[in-house]
């Protein structure tokens, strides 16, 4: 196994010491502060460094590379964008309180994703839909190294599917903007320029999110072990589950413990140094 490092600053003395925990044959530096350890080994004293240092590690078997895949699903809130959309919606109608406790709810896989969007979004019943594009213009950024990550999977020939338990009012928006070549979320009913308090349609859980996934890689030919996936919360296990690689970003603990990558302090473009 290789295990690779990365993070915002990966020192010399913390790098020769997890290379010799780990028995590791080599150093490979694979970006300024990403390296590989080749031929390593586990060491109980490695994740306590590495959490101390705030250094990200990831064990990927020996030649296993980005050209071992051909797909890419991503979850949105808090895995591609910093923020969860429905969460500034609500804060704009006064309820963000309200619906950020269910949000951390649903997402700890306390409560069923369904349920806790049909309630949440009957809280922001009567905002204008005009509130959508605040939300979008001035509260929604990309995650770090998310452009990176697109630009290179897209040169690299990967499909790329965006999938959200969020809406397509950001969805379709950042389809566009990162060249995403499916984008599938809930759509928000509106009703004489206001929201409605309802979703149109089926609602995007998590076994839709799985669904999607398979989907897509049935339609392109990409066996599901071509398959990489990102994201964050409970209702995206199975869809990680589903993938060849999985990796929680910023993830819950049942995410981070489940995914074959965790990126808790590297960009999302972390992704491409664990695979170069």
Request: glycine share 8%; proline share 3%.
């Amino acid at each position: 196994m290789n295990l690779v490092i990365q993070g915002a600053r990966v020192d010399a003395l913390t790098l020769k010491t997890l290379a010799a925990l780990s028995a590791a044959s080599s150093i490979v530096q694979l970006a300024p502060h990403a390296f590989r350890l080749v031929d390593a080994v586990a060491h109980d004293d490695i994740e306590p460094l590495c959490t101390r240092e705030h250094l990200d590690h990831t064990w990927v078997p020996g030649g296993r590379r980005l050209d071992d895949f051909r797909l890419f699903v991503t979850d949105m809130d808090s895995t591609l964008i910093n923020i969860e959309c429905i969460d500034e919606i609500a804060d704009l109608c006064g309820v963000k309180g309200e619906v950020a406790a269910i949000t951390e709810a649903a997402m700890r896989g306390e409560i069923d994703f369904a349920e806790s969007l049909t309630r949440r979004v009957a809280l922001l019943r009567g905002l204008p839909v005009d509130a959508l594009a605040q939300v979008y213009e001035e509260r929604l950024q990309l995650n770090p190294g998310a452009e990176r990550l697109l630009r290179e999977l897209k040169a690299a020939g990967f499909y790329t599917v965006l999938v959200s338990g969020g809406f397509t009012y950001f969805t379709d928006r950042l389809k566009t903007r990162l060249g995403f070549d499916e984008a599938w979320a809930n759509e928000l009913e509106v009703d004489n320029g206001t929201l409605s308090g309802r979703i149109s349609g089926p609602v995007v859980d998590a076994a839709a999110k799985a669904a999607h996934l398979a989907g897509a890689c049935a339609r392109h030919g990409v066996d599901l072990s071509q398959a990489i996936a990102a994201g964050d919360g409970a209702n995206d296990l199975p869809m990680l589950g589903a993938a060849g690689f999985s990796v929680a970003y910023r993830a819950k603990p049942v995410v981070r413990e489940a995914a074959d990558c965790r990126l808790d302090h590297s960009g999302l473009d972390g992704i491409l140094n664990v695979l170069r």
